[in-house]
């Protein structure tokens, strides 16, 4: 769980000058400063896509997704689960679907019907198995998934990123080409 104790992994350096790390031994520490409005920029081999996230609503999904983007640990990972007109699917380092940073937190469930086109929300195993793989929603299919996965974000610039990368999907989830997310960095205004 994320919280407040001393035993939690340090946050990163804000200004995205922390080395990568893939691998943590402890959940993160709280990151998120009160009142920021945090967005992620994906720089991805098919664009660049824009997330508003939701720190006010998902807070611990944010620090999580916040924390693990300023230790780098998404930069060079593949989406490994690409459904056309579902879900573009990453952060698993191991391309496998069953990899995670080390921890898992609790669920933040959203309200019947919030998802949309450019959802951001956490994939898991069951409850509150959250841990650094995510989703974004690219069709229909996705749209209406019931409300089990946190939704901590959306898309506010780079449609068409979604478009090409959900041109890559097959029905069984393999992309047919290779979709790497270059690297996430996070901008905050307080």
Known sequence: ????????????EADGSSPQVRHFDASPSYCLED????????ETNHGTMRFELFANRAPITVNSFVFLARYHYFDGI????????????GGDPTGSGAGGPGYQFR??????GEYQRGSLAMANAGPN??????FI???ASGVSLPPLYSL??????GDEVITALDLNGSPGGRPKA?????SVKISQQS
């Open 1 to 12: 769980m994320v919280g407040k104790k001393k035993d939690n992994y340090p946050c990163p």
């Open 35 to 42: 009142g920021a409005n945090y967005e992620a920029i994906m």
């Open 78 to 89: 593949n989406f490994h689960r690409i459904i056309p007109g579902f879900v573009v699917q």
């Open 107 to 112: 669920d933040e469930l959203p309200n019947p």
């Open 129 to 134: 198995t959250n841990g650094s793989q995510f």
């Open 137 to 139: 929603i690219s069709g």
């Open 152 to 157: 901590f974000g959306q898309l506010t610039e």
């Open 178 to 182: 290779t979709c790497t997310i270059t």
